[in-house]
């Protein structure tokens, strides 16, 4: 199957700070990206749909001003959680699919560990 | 919104045993459901799905079902190996609006050598 990457894979960082999540597509274009929380021993939550050269789509309950989402190229997509603070410690996936009607499959990436201290 | 339930939480078997993971859905115009298998510290991976025009899909030691009717689908794995010990989630989604994933609650498969 299709390869998506994310960089890092774990990140401590200081409550208030700022931290970035990069997810690539590997080896196809991603029209659509999706990021995701996972908190431990739960589901993954769908937090916002990233498209490619437009705004993100968050879902309710995500503040978009703290979750910025970047989806420059068709192979990248960025989330920076702002002013991180340890409720915001969790484990974030992010999905990718080739996007169009009818197009299914969503690749996802291995995830990034966020621990704020 | 979709609503995707999950069962059971936890399911242990001995390996050479079956293991049937089972689904439900609300909403009757989701036509893809997907099962990933994830484990411990990484990523979800994709181990078979279906869409709705299909009832069942089988490949290798794993088959999924669809009962569009009732709005359910399940997750069949037979001749269980210790290597099958994860989570396993299954989801749902509307390929012709945004396919945007709803997950169940997931799945601990333990598989007993």
């Known amino acids: 199957g299709a390869v998506v990457s994310q960089h890092p894979s774990r990140v401590i960082c200081k409550s208030g700070t700022s931290v970035k999540i990069e997810c690539r597509s590997l080896?196809?274009?991603?029209?659509?990206m999706f990021w995701y929380r996972q908190f431990p021993k739960q589901s993954l939550m769908l937090m916002a749909t990233?498209?490619?050269?437009?705004?993100?789509?968050?879902e309710q309950g995500v503040e978009k001003d703290k979750f910025l989402i970047n989806h420059a190229s068709l192979t990248l997509s960025t989330l920076t959680v702002t002013s991180a603070h340890p409720e915001d410690s969790s484990f974030y996936i992010c999905?990718?699919?080739?996007?169009?009607?009818?197009?299914?499959?969503?690749?996802f990436g291995p995830g990034t560990r966020l621990t704020v201290l | 919104g979709e609503n995707v339930e999950q069962h059971p939480s936890t399911l242990s078997v001995q390996e050479g045993d079956s293991a049937v993971i089972k689904c439900t859905y609300s909403?009757?115009?989701?036509?893809?459901f997907p099962w990933y298998k994830q484990e411990l510290g990484k990523g979800p991976q994709l181990i078979i799905d279906?869409?709705?025009?299909?009832g069942e899909k089988k490949d290798q030691r794993i088959a999924v079902t669809l009962n569009k009717t009732a709005k359910h689908f399940s997750l069949h794995i037979t001749e269980t190996q210790p290597e099958d010990s994860a989570v396993y989630f299954c989801?749902?989604?509307?390929?012709?609006?945004?396919?945007?994933?709803?997950f169940g609650g997931g799945t601990r498969l333990m598989v007993k050598p």
């Open positions: 909403d009757s115009a989701s036509n893809y």
């Open positions: 999905s990718a699919g080739s996007g169009g009607v009818g197009t299914d499959t969503q690749y």
């Open positions: 279906i869409r709705s025009n299909v």
């Open positions: 080896d196809f274009q991603a029209t659509t």
């Open positions: 990233s498209n490619e050269g437009s705004k993100a789509t968050y």
């Open positions: 989801a749902a989604s509307k390929l012709d609006a945004g396919n945007m994933l709803t």
